[in-house]
T-cell receptor, first 112, second 113 residues
Framework: AQKITQTQPGMFVQEKEAVTLDCTYD???????LFWYKQPSSGEMIFLIY??????QNATEGRYSLNFQKARKSANLVISASQLGDSAMYFC?????????FGKGTMLLVSP | DGGITQSPKYLFRKEGQNVTLSCEQN?????MYWYRQDPGQGLRLIYY???????QKGDIAEGYSVSREKKESFPLTVTSAQKNPTAFYLC????????????FGEGSRLTVL
């Protein structure tokens, strides 16, 4: 069975600084995919970034990058130059076949 | 604009009543999903459907039922058998059952009094 662990219930960061949100996973499948989603206070889930298990390079999408360490089974999200609008819940998820398994999330608060 | 529409956004019901949450998508996606979110629990999968007229139980299907009679629609019924139905419910879709990336609706918050 898949499992995602996010050990940081909450994180604080000052505007314009970088922040790393931790995610470790457990799977026995050789092929898998990892996602990060953002959930603002309004409730909708916003896709941020995807990393495939066979991808040679770490994924990047604008200010978001994924620090993928396959041997350690970690897929940490790095947000560079934090903005006030980045304050939200962040979820890591792993895909197997047709479903996503989510972690419990990390609440990020960005202060001015 | 294409997207996923969930209704109602907020719903209050008395204990023992069944309630149906609507989910409609115009993305022409084959797969649709229902997740439940509780504080501190993350998202947990209730049911999913990869094609019309077919659906599978997720991790917490007990007390819920679904139907998939049309590609665009995947309603979720919270039955009186669900012991703790108060939660935030999220509907999602993906292009196909194996594409992984999910597109979410804005959610429905159900409160049972």
């Amino acid at each position: 069975a898949q499992k995602i662990t996010q050990t940081q219930p909450g994180m604080f960061v000052q505007e314009k600084e970088a922040v790393t949100l931790d995610c470790t996973y457990d799977t026995s499948d050789p092929s898998y995919g990892l996602f990060w989603y953002k959930q603002p206070s309004s409730g909708e889930m916003i896709f941020l970034i995807y990393q495939g298990s066979y991808d040679q390079q770490n994924a990047t999408e604008g200010r978001y990058s994924l620090n993928f360490q396959k041997a350690r089974k970690s897929a940490n999200l790095v947000i560079s130059a934090s903005q006030l609008g980045d304050s939200a819940m962040y979820f890591c998820a792993i895909v197997r076949y047709s479903t996503l398994t989510f972690g419990k999330g990390t609440m990020l608060l960005v202060s001015p | 604009d294409g997207g996923i529409t969930q209704s109602p956004k907020y719903l209050f019901r008395k204990e023992g009543q069944n309630v149906t949450l609507s989910c409609e998508q115009n993305l022409n996606h084959d797969a649709m999903y229902w997740y439940r979110q509780d504080p501190g629990q993350g998202l947990r999968l209730i049911y999913y459907s990869q094609i019309v007229n077919d659906f599978q139980k997720g991790d917490i299907a007990e007390g819920y039922s679904v139907s998939r009679e049309k590609k665009e629609s995947f309603p979720l019924t919270v039955t009186s058998a669900q012991k703790n139905p108060t939660a935030f419910y999220l509907c999602a879709s993906s292009l196909s059952g194996f594409s992984g990336e999910l597109f979410f609706g804005e959610g429905s918050r159900l409160t049972v009094l």
